[in-house]
């Protein structure tokens, strides 16, 4: 498992910028615009390569996140999405957002921190008992 990057939410994406980048050093990694879903994603990191910081804009947010709201997720790469869940499962773990694309899943610790599970590579074909499996509470 490699560790890849924590999801915090922005209300002021100009401020959070100059926060992160001017005032701390990072640097932008990548950039994602989802004009579907309303918001973008600004990957930030100490170098190419490097752990980031993944902000979280979401364009009609209005009024201030409350705490917990704006603290998204961490984030690990596995090597088999099905297998890592499947082990997890079988230990206990409940698995809120399942596998259904064979790349992403999110399951949460017992203080209820977010934990994203990422497919290293492409997506692994959606296959069953994951593809219908259906999300379990928050996450």
Same mark, same amino acid.
């Given at each position: 498992? @490699?560790?890849?990057?924590?999801?915090?939410? *922005?209300?002021?994406?100009?401020?959070?910028?100059?926060?992160?980048? /001017?005032?701390?050093?990072?640097?932008?990694?990548?950039?994602?615009e *989802?004009?579907?879903?309303?918001?973008?994603?600004?990957?930030?990191?100490?170098?190419?390569?490097?752990?980031?910081?993944?902000?979280?804009?979401?364009?009609?947010?209005?009024?201030?996140?409350?705490?917990?709201?704006?603290?998204?997720?961490?984030?690990?790469?596995?090597?088999d999405?099905? @297998?890592?869940?499947? &082990?997890?499962?079988?230990?206990? *773990?409940?698995?809120?957002?399942?596998?259904?694309?064979?790349?992403?899943?999110?399951? @949460?610790?017992p203080?209820?921190?977010?934990?994203?599970?990422?497919? &290293?590579? /492409?997506?692994?074909p959606? &296959?069953?008992?994951?593809?219908?499996?259906?999300?379990?509470?928050?996450?």
């Amino acid at each position: 498992m @490699k560790f890849l990057h924590s999801m915090i939410r *922005v209300l002021d994406l100009d401020k959070a910028l100059d926060f992160f980048i /001017n005032k701390l050093g990072l640097i932008e990694t990548r950039r994602h615009e *989802v004009e579907k879903g309303r918001f973008t994603l600004i990957f930030l990191a100490t170098e190419i390569g490097a752990p980031e910081i993944e902000l979280t804009y979401n364009w009609d947010q209005a009024k201030p996140y409350t705490t917990g709201r704006f603290f998204g997720h961490l984030a690990y790469e596995v090597e088999d999405i099905y @297998k890592t869940c499947e &082990k997890l499962s079988e230990k206990g *773990v409940i698995i809120n957002r399942p596998p259904r694309d064979g790349y992403m899943a999110f399951i @949460k610790s017992p203080d209820g921190i977010s934990i994203e599970l990422l497919q &290293k590579g /492409n997506s692994l074909p959606p &296959k069953e008992p994951w593809l219908s499996a259906p999300n379990i509470g928050e996450w």
